[in-house]
């Protein structure tokens, strides 16, 4: 058993969280959705995010490049304390008869870290360029999604993902805020 399931009120949560996992992935076209779903993810991987910082930069955003490398100074650690801290079990490792459609890349599954850094380049992104507000909000959800349906996140994993990468951008944007380059 995982440490969340020691608390009742997690153990609530977890409950709502398999139900509504199961419910998505028993979903007539689960299948087809994982391939896409794999496209997403993949794109969320972490390579492409020095891109981001490289386009800020050439595009003279040069605070927003800072911002975006002190968001990850600042969330990979939290990220890593918090999913070694709870540990979490995985879907394919709890739910009876579950194989995910990919091998996740480490152990535990709280918080999704693919879902974090997705909306880490989104939030510094659209605070740069408020015009691509919905293409990569839409996208960083997509890739919360997308490790839900490949059967390797719990929901409540990618939202508090989401929480994370968007917290901790808005807290490095507003450090840099003031710079002066």
């Keep these: 058993m995982n440490r969340l399931a020691d608390f009742t009120w997690f153990r609530t949560i977890h409950q709502l969280d398999v139900r509504s996992f199961y419910w998505l992935l028993t979903r007539r076209h689960a299948r087809t959705l994982a391939r896409f779903a794999r496209i997403v993810s993949h794109s969320a991987d972490g390579f492409y995010y020095p891109l981001a910082g490289w386009w800020l930069w050439y595009h003279d955003l040069v605070v927003g490049a800072y911002a975006l490398a002190l968001t990850f100074v600042l969330e990979r650690p939290i990220y890593k304390l918090l999913k070694n801290s709870f540990r979490r079990n995985r879907p394919a490792d709890i739910l009876e008869n579950f194989r995910s459609f990919i091998t996740p890349s480490d152990r535990f599954s709280f918080p999704s870290g693919h879902t974090s850094g997705a909306f880490v380049v989104t939030t510094v992104l659209t605070a740069s360029q408020p015009e691509l507000f919905w293409p990569l909000y839409g996208w960083a959800m997509l890739v919360g999604w997308s490790r839900v ?23 490095s944007l507003n450090i840099t805020q003031g710079w002066i380059i």
């Design 149 to 171: 349906q490949l059967g390797v996140h719990f929901p409540t994993d990618t939202l508090m993902g989401a929480l994370l990468g968007s917290g901790a951008a808005a807290l």
